[in-house]
């Protein structure tokens, strides 16, 4: 099945992971990308939006509640907000924290499994907690791809090595194997 949403998790290093995850995707790319990123509730409005702007293709947009998703753009969580996708659009919640983040990957991905089942691809990266586990669990049960980083070549492992041992990651890889995957997937030519 042609992915219909692409949802990137990650925490401590997650920044360049993310930027060497997406950077390659070139700009006429069709799916909708949505990104969780630990990061502090205190973290400066449009930072972590500008420094993904400047590495990457796609347009980003820090996402607000009930925002449409669109086609070839990298849709960013607000710091201290969960981001959840509610029947093709972003919500955005207050929710308590979920393994001592907000935003959440678990939230994320699980929300995403329920709305897209098999047409969503799930990424976990670098991070220093097991959130992204159980949504990485739900979106393989819903029939989606899932892919970790291989933690060897992570910041922190801890993150990637919680999916993978959950038993439903279907691709392990460094960042670069994890770009041709993803453009295999969605039809494009990554960028060098």
Not at 98 to 121: G, H, K, N, T
Request: net charge negative; charged share 20%; with cysteine.
């Amino acid at each position: 099945m042609t992915p219909k949403l692409v949802v990137v998790g990650g925490s401590w290093g997650g920044f360049d992971a993310v930027c060497g995850l997406l950077s390659p995707l070139p700009a006429d790319t069709q799916v909708p990308i949505v990104v969780a990123l630990h990061r502090s509730p205190r973290s400066r409005d449009g930072a972590l939006e500008h420094m993904l702007a400047e590495c990457l293709t796609l347009e980003v947009v820090v996402v607000e509640d009930k925002s449409p998703l669109k086609p070839g753009c990298v849709h960013l969580a607000p710091a201290d907000y969960h981001l959840l996708i509610d029947d093709g659009s972003l919500a955005l919640s207050t929710d308590a924290v979920v393994q001592y983040s907000r935003p959440s990957i678990d939230v994320l991905f699980e929300s995403a499994a329920d709305e897209y089942e098999a047409a969503v691809v799930a990424v976990i990266l670098t991070g220093n907690n097991s959130d992204g586990a159980a949504g990485i669990s739900r979106v393989k049960s819903s029939g989606g791809t899932t892919m970790a980083q291989d933690p060897a070549t992570a910041v922190k492992a801890q993150m990637p090595q919680a999916a993978i041992d959950t038993g439903h990651v279907d691709i392990v890889g460094t960042i670069p194997m994890l770009v041709q995957r993803l453009s295999g997937l969605l039809g494009v030519e990554a960028r060098r």
